[in-house]
Structure formats: structure tokens, C-alpha cells
């Protein structure tokens, strides 16, 4: 995998644990992590002020839309430049949480279809929503936008519904995260053979 760039991402609803397997994969790869939405382009900063309820949301498909803008701002700037000097990019989000929290809310795939750099391989954390809500009330943060049982129940029914179209590794995000780790680098490791 050291020898070219290797684009990998980790997909699941709020609390799933994103954050603390990107970090712990990181080390084991010797790499950096990324993540969507960015706070780089202006559409991931107006993304980011939605979600904390500092600006009001729009419309499904519009905010959807601006989730696909910082994307490709983010593979632009971000993404395709580190691949091209063969690094490993670890990704928190991308194209499959625009589908499915579009589609948890009205958007059609269609409306969503968007030129994006396909990723060597992905996972999708799995959890239920209220083993998620459970994890985001021990934070001590206040709720982001989705950040709700209902709403978190519809996106993971969605994300696994699109796990089975594409080429998309489920991994049960209950056991620690050493142990999910280790399942994903098997999976990694059995690719590269």
C-alpha cells in the first residue's frame, strides 16, 4: 500500500465512532486523516454553522448540494493532490453520508449524482441509532442538526441500504475500537494480496 496512494473511508451515522477509528487506523498507516464537511470551503463553513444551528437548514436537496460543493473542493484541494504523492488518505465521510442523509429526507440519488473520485475501499461503521445517541449524550456537546433518534434511525436504514449497491465493507461498530480496527486492517491486508 506504501507504494501508491491508497483512499480510504469510513462512513456511519453520528456517533458511530468515525472519529476515534480514523485516529487509531492513522497510526497503524502512518497517515493523516481528513473529513467531511470540511471547514475550508465556504460551503463547508456554511455546513458547519447549520449544523450547529447557528443558520437555519435549507431545503434537503439544496443542503445536500452543499455537502457535494465541499466535496469536490476537498478532492480537489485535498485529496486527489496527497494521492498523486502516493499517500494514504484516510477520509471521515463522503459521497455515501451525502446519499444517505439525503435520501433519509426526501432526495432523490438522481439529484445527488456528482463527479467524485471513487475511494480503494470502504467501511461502514454500523451502529444502532440509539447505541449513537447513547455515545453523543456522553460527549457532553450539544446536539448538531442530525443528531436525533428518528433521524438517525432513517440514515442508517439508508446507509445499509446502499452498503448492498456498492462495493461497501459493513463492520459492527459495538466491540471496541481496537477490535474494529484489527478487523479492518485484515480487511485492508487480504485486499493487498
Known sequence: ???????LVLEGIDGCGKTTIAKLL???????????????????????????????????????K??????????????????????????????????AYGMAFGVSLQAMRHDFLKPDMTFLLDLPARLAMARIASRQKAREYFEKKEKLEKIRKKYLALAKKFDVKIIDARPSPQRIVDKIMDVIKAKEV
Not at 478532492?75 to 498523486?84: E, F, G, R
Open 1 to 7: 500500500m506504501a507504494s501508491k496512494g491508497f483512499f
Open 26 to 64: 492513522a497510526k497503524r498507516l502512518n497517515t493523516l486523516v481528513t473529513k467531511e464537511p470540511t471547514r475550508i470551503s465556504v460551503a463547508g463553513k456554511k455546513i458547519h454553522a447549520i449544523l450547529r444551528h447557528r443558520q437555519s437548514a435549507p431545503k434537503p436537496t439544496d443542503f445536500q
Open 66 to 99: 452543499l455537502y457535494i460543493q465541499d466535496r469536490l473542493e476537498h478532492i480537489k484541494n485535498y485529496i486527489a493532490p496527497a494521492l498523486a504523492k502516493n499517500k494514504i488518505v484516510i477520509c471521515q465521510r463522503y459521497a455515501m453520508s451525502t446519499f
